[in-house]
DNA sequence: AGTTTCGGTGAACGCATGTTCACTGAAAGG
DNA sequence: CCTTTCAGTGAACATGCGTTCACCGAAACT
């Protein structure tokens, strides 16, 4: 259980640094799977990690710290899996089960990350709720920038780009939130989750096309 | 700030009981502002209520039960808010509206009661998570056999139906996780929150006219 | 009037919390 | 080789935690 600092091999200071510092990471993603951030407990944390309580102190100089890091790190993951959709051609019809698809693998190798958000973006810590709305923001301009270029959609204002993204993206943190569960570790769940939110984004896109194509 | 039970009228043994169960019912509305359930502590929500901490177990043997009791308080009021939509006649073209203007109205009323599913519906007490989950499934099903009603989806499948609900639902309760922030006790952000709401709730439904009418 | 019921009290329990501080010992740098 | 740097240590701190228990006093019941 416990990733504890043990240099079985000589290690530089600042590898040594690094591997104590993603070790708390990761720690915190894995007790955050069952319980709020605003519930984590310093001693516990570092407990898992196999280190004492102060050591903590010299890799972040409070929780929130380590709240806004884990932040950085969930949406470096987001931003990954849009530049993975991009990277295909964007053939605007297997678009969506293209992004689902790629949803769902990201989700398998980070699912931390994604529970992560899922969790906090309405939780109870204000620091680390205020970054991931700043970031959602900041992701749903992306998303409606690159909407803008699907067919059908060319012709379409800002203002209604963005409430589409705003749609995908509910439907997406929504979707990430119910991987929470236990049950949706049984991969049949996961199956259902994952096809519900490939069906209610066709039906949201498909009828966007036949939206009046400008106002606001 | 405590409301605390001070019978400046005589009152009975019952009114009594039933007044410091309420007086803990809204404490603890009053903190989850601010805070996970998770994190709620039963020493700060008793002197808040103006009682001692060993009072809390003559009204609920335990926290996870208040969080039981605030989740079925909770879903009443979401309840009686479909049932006031239902009692305007179903106009269809001004059903979006008025479902809106509803929602608006009682969120002004019960901000609190929407805060809490919006914030613990993925949060980290696992009895509460699964009750929140239970009984939005409920009013999915609710929603459905209200939308087949609808001009446009008379003719969709039952599975259709249950994805459009599901997609009507994630968009309310993010609106409602949305209204969480300080930032949304301004009337403007809040009114800013509920015409995005509005105009996505119409953009959906208008574009779901235009989807297939049957089919898995 | 006498007895029972019961919501609220206050002390006490053992334990976990975040943070402080002076410290150690090995790596890094002169 | 000697000095500096610094991640990790371990004791100590005051505070807060949930839960227990015997007790009180007024309402409720007979």
Redesign the pocket.
């Given at each position: 259980m416990s990733s504890s600092?043990v240099p079985r091999v000589?290690e530089?200071?600042?590898e040594?640094?690094e591997r104590?510092r993603r070790a708390i990471l990761d720690a915190a993603l894995d007790q955050l799977a069952d319980e709020s951030f605003g519930s984590?407990?310093?001693?516990?944390l570092t407990k898992q990690v196999g280190?004492?309580?102060?050591?903590f102190?010299?890799?972040f100089s409070?929780?929130d710290e380590l709240g806004l890091a884990l932040v950085d790190e969930s949406f470096a993951t987001l931003r990954a899996m849009i530049r993975d959709v991009r990277r295909g051609e964007p053939a605007p019809d297997t678009l969506i089960d293209r992004s689902v698809d790629v949803l769902s693998a990201q989700l398998d190798a980070n699912m931390a990350h994604f529970r992560f958000i899922g969790r906090e973006r309405y939780g109870g810590v204000t620091v680390v709720r205020e970054a991931i709305a700043r970031e959602l923001a900041l992701f749903e301009r992306e998303l409606a920038t690159d909407l803008a270029r699907m067919p059908g959609l060319e012709r379409w204002g800002a203002a209604d780009l963005a409430l589409l993204a705003g749609i995908f993206v509910n439907l997406m943190v929504a979707a990430a939130g119910e991987m929470v569960s236990p049950e949706a570790e049984d991969a049949a769940v996961r199956r259902g989750i994952e096809d519900t939110l490939r069906r209610q984004a066709r039906m949201v896109v498909v009828g966007a096309a036949g939206w009046r194509p400008l106002g606001g």
């Open positions: 600092p000589p530089s200071r600042s040594r640094k104590t984590l407990s310093l001693r516990r280190i004492v309580p102060t050591a102190y010299r890799h409070t929780l």
